[in-house]
């Protein structure tokens, strides 16, 4: 089993910075894509910030140039650096990760979600 931890979100200002961790743990062989999506209420689930294999590094378009996705030393960590935060940023946020686990007897793919972390902007 692959767990998916997130952590970091609260209450920031308008223009205010805010920083997620994502924290996975498990039987990891392999842990090529590490993803931020955010879903606000009464709105559908968009992807945030893309980092596939550490070179690939994607964000949507209403948060280029604000927030950047970075993976930690530990190699199984990834945060979003929120900066120049808006309103509309306000959402509940999920890391979503995938790859390949190895538990000794199976070995296979994985796609995992954390249970979110509410991102609140308000003044």
């Known amino acids: 089993q692959v767990q998916v931890v997130e952590s970091g979100g609260g209450l920031a200002q308008p223009g205010g910075s805010l920083r997620l961790s994502c924290a996975v743990s498990?039987?990891?062989?392999?842990?090529?894509?590490m993803n931020w999506y955010r879903q606000a209420p009464g709105k559908e689930r968009e992807l945030v910030a893309v980092?596939?294999?550490?070179?690939?590094?994607n964000y949507a378009e209403s948060v280029k140039g604000r927030f950047a996705i970075s993976r930690g030393d530990a190699k199984n960590t990834v945060y979003l650096q929120m900066n120049s935060l808006k309103p509309e940023d306000s959402a509940v946020y999920y890391c979503?990760?995938?790859?390949?686990?190895?538990?000794?007897?199976?070995?296979?793919?994985?796609?995992?979600w954390g249970l979110g972390t509410q991102v609140t902007v308000s003044s």
């Open positions: 979503n990760v995938r790859g390949y686990y190895n538990s000794g007897a199976f070995y296979g793919p994985f796609d995992s």
């Open positions: 498990g039987s990891i062989a392999v842990l090529n894509v």
């Open positions: 980092d596939n294999s550490g070179s690939n590094i």
